[in-house]
């Protein structure tokens, strides 16, 4: 099976703009996390889709959005850039149930940077 | 609060001897671990997990020891590798819904040749 891929890998955008980011998961997985990882913070969640809805989301202001599709592609949407925005985003994939169903598969991750 | 708690952020193993990870956790609800790693710019990747069922999961150089009573699980890698520098990472499904996993802010691992 084809992993978890992010595009694009890398990205670099100016400060008020806005960028969209794209995860296709594993072939089967319905559930789509979405993380940010800066330094020194571990990975900080920023929600979750579940079947086309969110199930989750983390403390994160509402210039973060997100969507999934019929297919569980997902996007995550960022407006309004701030130079804090810059982070790894990683997008994880699993079967979305319980116990070892949790197994999350994570991509490579998009590298954004804002100056 | 952290639910999932890693108290060491680096940790020095020379190559060839045992290195140990350690992780908390606060919920006595969470009954499944699970341990990633992951290299600079790369996502995590799935290392190993285990139930709540058992105190010990073996796979090759790495075994995961759970004790319930303490709170407390550890990731041990014999023998050590320089490949194995990395950060690692303990979570557990946070089965009331909040989020998928909660992760602890990981440990990063330096195997000196």
């Known amino acids: 099976k084809a992993g978890v891929t992010q595009t694009p890998r890398y990205l670099i955008k100016t400060r008020g703009q806005q960028v969209t980011l794209s995860c296709s998961p594993i072939?089967?997985?319905?559930?789509v996390s979405w993380y940010q990882q800066t330094p020194g913070q571990g990975l900080q969640f920023l929600f979750e889709?579940?079947?086309?809805?969110?199930?989750n989301k983390g403390n994160f202001p509402g210039r973060f959005s997100g969507r999934q599709f019929s297919n569980s592609r997902s996007e995550m949407n960022v407006s309004t850039l701030e130079l804090g925005d810059s982070a790894l985003y990683l997008c994880?994939?699993?079967?979305?149930?319980?116990?070892?169903?949790?197994?999350?598969?994570f991509g490579p991750g998009t590298r954004l940077t804002v100056t | 609060d952290q639910q999932v708690k890693q108290n060491s952020p680096s940790l020095s193993v020379q190559e060839g001897r045992i290195s140990i990870l350690n992780c908390d956790y606060t919920?006595?609800?969470?009954?499944?671990f699970l341990w990633y790693k992951k290299y600079p710019a790369e996502g995590p990747t799935f290392l190993i997990s285990?139930?709540?069922?058992?105190d010990k999961n073996e796979d090759g150089r790495f075994t995961v020891f759970l004790n319930k009573s303490a709170k407390h699980l550890s990731l041990h890698i014999v023998p050590s590798q320089p490949g194995d520098s990395a950060v690692y990472f303990c979570?557990?499904?946070?089965?009331?819904?909040?989020?998928?996993?909660?992760f602890g802010k990981g440990t990063r691992l330096s195997v000196i040749a």
């Open positions: 994880a994939s699993s079967l979305g149930s319980t116990g070892s169903g949790y197994e999350q598969y």
């Open positions: 072939s089967g997985h319905r559930s």
């Open positions: 889709y579940f079947s086309e809805t969110q199930r």
């Open positions: 919920n006595s609800m969470f009954d499944y």
């Open positions: 285990i139930s709540s069922i058992k």
């Open positions: 979570a557990a499904p946070d089965n009331s819904g909040n989020t998928p996993l909660v």
